[in-house]
């Protein structure tokens, strides 16, 4: 498992219609920045972070892997997974400009693609390698009908699409606009055409500040609400705690969370009640354990944020115990090798050996971008 090569790449792959925006982004495409790494013995590991396929900042990321970490790891063992996590986030250099942003996300590929090494070394889907499934099926929740940029009369047909033709029990729809009265009026209509046995959360993507929060919080709770999804600015501790004594809607967040330090603060202030960790966001699938693990020593549900779209997620949500459900948004699946596909609402268990972050031979001629 000696480490002989590290090839950086991005692809670029559009999303559903087109063109999608929740209350802070909008974009076209989906980012798929990361790293192959090679062993001395031909196999091949695959590992990416998600991004706005932004192409300067995404050649930040592939420069931090090439010219950072790729010499920190040359020669290596990969299946030492642990130990070069720790060589690599604790190196003394790179930690003075890093802990967050571009460096943790060239991280997270780079640790993804030395977990898919080892879990491929075994001849095992990664979910498998870790320990076992630990439940006989994985619920889905759809996100991707439930964009800010989509009409009132297309979101509820949309919502109630996925539920009555696709199977699908949960959803998840995007707030933030000016007027809370807007998101009020299309999330009563989503209701009323779903139904009352439909589990429905909301996503404000930090947008709203906290008495603009509160305000909505007191008319939406009659909807059941299912979670406020990153309802404040994503670092601010105190005022996530102030929301979540003032309402009956639970709180969840993490996406934009960077440590384990970091959902360790929030978890101490009971400012969440659903963890979002991100395995492109944190240092990879090595912190996402961390932050799995920590959770469930809090005895709070994990509900990952699909950053890579639920390529990995899947695998780590069928094997740690404290995860119920999974977002599902397809933009990308179908550029891997084994796309993370859902049947009546649950995520088939991957059955493939590694974690799912093989990229189809097509997708990598398609989609790739240039490095520099």
């Known amino acids: 498992m000696r480490i002989t090569r590290i090839e950086p790449f991005i692809l670029h792959i559009p999303v559903t219609g087109g063109s999608i925006s929740d209350s802070t982004h909008r974009i076209s495409h989906w980012g798929v920045v990361g790293a192959k790494i090679v062993t001395e013995d031909g196999l091949e590991g695959y590992g990416f972070t998600g991004t706005h396929a932004d192409i300067a900042s995404d050649r930040l ?5 090439r010219d950072c970490y790729a010499p920190l790891l040359i020669g290596e063992d990969a299946s ?11 190196h003394p250099a790179l930690q003075w400009v890093g802990r967050a942003g571009i460096t943790q996300l060239a991280l997270a590929a780079v640790d993804i693609a030395l977990w898919d090494l080892k879990a491929k070394a075994a001849g095992v889907p990664l979910w498998h390698l870790l320990g076992g499934a630990t439940k006989p099926k994985l619920e889905a929740y759809n996100t991707d009908i439930g964009w800010l940029s989509i009409p009132k009369d297309e979101l509820v047909e949309g919502a109630r699409m996925a539920v009555e033709r696709d ?6 729809i995007k707030v933030g606009h000016a007027d809370i009265g807007t998101d009020l009026d299309r999330l009563e209509a ?3 055409a779903v139904g009352d046995h439909v589990t429905m959360a909301i996503d404000g993507n930090g947008k709203w500040d906290l008495p603009t929060c509160k305000r909505f919080c007191a008319r939406a709770e009659a909807l059941d609400i299912f979670w406020f999804e990153e309802p404040l600015w994503y670092d601010d501790v105190g005022s996530h705690a102030a ?4 309402t009956s809607i639970p709180v969840a967040l993490g996406e934009q969370l960077y440590s384990v330090d970091a959902f360790r603060s929030f978890i101490a202030a009971d400012a969440i009640h659903y963890v979002q960790p991100d395995v492109t966001r944190l240092g990879g699938i090595t912190e996402y354990i961390q932050v799995a693990e920590l959770a469930l020593a809090h005895r709070l549900p994990v509900a990952p944020h699909a950053g890579e779209m639920s390529q990995v997620h899947v695998h780590l949500a069928y094997w740690h115990q404290a995860t119920p459900l999974l977002e599902y948004i397809p933009w990308i699946k179908d550029a891997f090798a ?3 596909d859902v049947t009546d609402g649950y995520f088939l268990r991957p059955q493939h050996p590694g974690a799912g ?7 990598l001629s398609r989609y790739a971008e240039t490095l520099a």
Do not use: N
């Not at 030492?80 to 604790?90: D, M, S, V, Y």
């Open 190 to 192: 989503v209701r009323r």
């Open 61 to 65: 990321i592939t420069a931090c892997i």
């Open 243 to 246: 929301l979540a004594r003032s």
């Open 80 to 90: 030492e997974t642990t130990r070069l996590w720790i060589k690599l986030a604790r």
């Open 167 to 172: 199977g699908f029990r949960r959803i998840k």
């Open 357 to 363: 972050t093989t990229p189809t031979a097509d997708a």
């Open 338 to 340: 084994e796309p993370a």
